[in-house]
Nanobody
Framework: VQLQASGGGLVQAGGSLRLSCTAS????????IAWFRQAPGKEREFVAA????????DYANSVKGRFTISRDNAKNTAYLQMNSLKPEDTAVYYC??????????????????WGQGTQVTVSS
């Protein structure tokens, strides 16, 4: 599966952005989709994930209550709605996919497919 991330940009603190992750292929609904982010000089970290059916999600503590992940399997697209953005949310955001194997993984090494990344910059 090939992934294309989009929707990043520059926003003031307290603002919102919605990222999209569009996949090619006919098996999108078989994959867990996750968002990771990487700030300059830092490791790539887990942000959020949605299971193949879209019924279950999980979030990093740092974004709980502010970010919402969702997916539309008919459109082969996953979304990350980001509200109440903070300067510390500034990073390159990547979407990733892992074929569902019965559990959710949080480590980037468990994800086989990656989008190219989209820059999110939050100004104070």
């Amino acid at each position: 599966v090939q992934l294309q991330a989009s929707g990043g940009g520059l926003v003031q603190a307290g603002g919102s952005l919605r990222l999209s992750c569009t996949a090619s292929g006919r098996t999108f609904s078989s994959y867990t989709i996750a968002w990771f982010r990487q700030a300059p000089g830092k490791e790539r970290e887990f942000v959020a994930a949605v299971l193949p059916s879209g019924g279950s999600t999980d979030y990093a503590n740092s974004v709980k209550g502010r970010f919402t992940i969702s997916r539309d399997n008919a459109k082969n697209t996953a979304y990350l709605q980001m509200n109440s953005l903070k300067p510390e949310d500034t990073a390159v955001y990547y979407c990733a996919a892992q074929r569902w194997v019965g559990r959710l993984f949080y480590a980037k090494t468990n994800y086989d497919y990656w989008g190219q990344g989209t820059q999110v910059t939050v100004s104070s």
